[in-house]
């Protein structure tokens, strides 16, 4: 079954993006969040996303107007999936979180919706069972910044049916992704199964008082040729995302230098709203942090 209307849950760092990038493609799209309020906030960073598609796509206004006429908005489950093809769900990186809504989700949507979730770390069979059809689930994630990072990784459980991740294969493809699929559940995946052990080591040595942020960066930058440092980029994915992932792994293991990690960033940037990029600072602050200085590496 050809997929033409796709419904995104969740409009944070990722699935904002998400839900453009589709758009702009041409699918319908359907934006769903627990309320108003928080959609409000979405239709402003489309805005805001537009400007980028300007500058990194060179897309014409006209191809941007078309994205927006794609996208619809609702914060009712039901009237979200009434017509979905495919649901791509970017709720928080919190197993319960998912599992709530996937309970939900399942009882409104019909039949023919395929499921996906674009979790960074947890893995499809986790929930697989919790979403009443297995084989029609599996693991859609994308990197940040997808319109100029387009990887989508593409990853089945054991149960998910073959034709099903080959639509989903090339449904990406279809929105202008490098399709990337996974031939078994693998934790993090590709992408992150090589960054998440950068970023935390890179947090370990922030916490354990071995260097500041900049020169964690300048090091990582300098040494490798890389772009930028590990602290660049974990404000463009997003603080809580980087808290969310400590935390589970403190309660999990009890490990006191994640106890310490989760303690640091929840006092330094959760509470004080410093999520990165998205609120204009975290490790750095933005629109022009340090790392884009000419001076920064000398």
Avoid at 24 to 53: C, M, P, R
Avoid at 126 to 147: C, V, Y
Wanted: without cysteine; charged residues 20%; glycine residues 6%.
């Amino acid at each position: 079954m050809e997929i033409k209307n796709v419904t995104v849950a969740g409009s944070g760092v990722l699935g904002y993006q998400i839900a453009f990038q589709t758009a702009f493609h041409g699918f319908n799209v359907t934006v769903y969040d627990i309320n108003d309020k928080v959609l409000e906030k979405a239709k402003a960073k489309f805005d805001n996303l537009a400007q980028a598609y300007k500058k990194d796509l060179q897309a014409t206004d006209t191809a941007l107007a078309a994205a927006k006429s794609n996208l619809q908005y609702t914060s009712d489950l039901a009237v979200a999936l009434k017509e979905a093809d495919l649901l791509i769900e970017a709720v928080p990186e919190n197993p319960q979180i998912k599992i709530d809504f996937y309970k939900k989700a399942r009882a409104v949507a019909p039949e023919k919706t395929r499921f996906a979730t674009n979790s960074s770390t947890l893995l499809p069979s986790q929930f697989a069972a919790e979403t009443g059809r297995p084989e029609k689930f599996l693991a859609l994630h994308f990197a940040n910044e997808i319109w100029k990072h387009n990887t989508a990784e593409i990853m089945g459980h054991p149960g998910t049916d073959k034709q099903v991740f080959d639509q989903v294969v090339e449904f990406a493809k279809n929105i202008g992704m490098i399709a990337l699929p996974l031939h078994k559940e693998q934790p993090g995946y590709i992408v992150n199964s090589l960054l998440v052990p950068l970023l935390g080591a890179a947090t370990d040595l922030l916490v354990n008082n071995v260097a500041d942020v900049q020169t964690i960066d300048k090091t990582w930058m300098v040494a490798t040729g890389a772009p930028v440092g590990p602290f660049a980029i974990l404000d463009v994915v997003g603080i809580t995302t980087a808290y969310n992932i400590n935390k589970m792994e403190a309660d999990a293991t009890g490990d006191p230098l994640k106890v310490k990690t989760v303690a640091f960033l929840k006092e330094n940037f959760i509470d004080k709203n410093k999520l990165g990029v998205a609120t204009g600072e975290g490790f750095y602050k933005y629109p022009n942090p340090a790392f884009t200085d000419p001076d920064f590496l000398t």
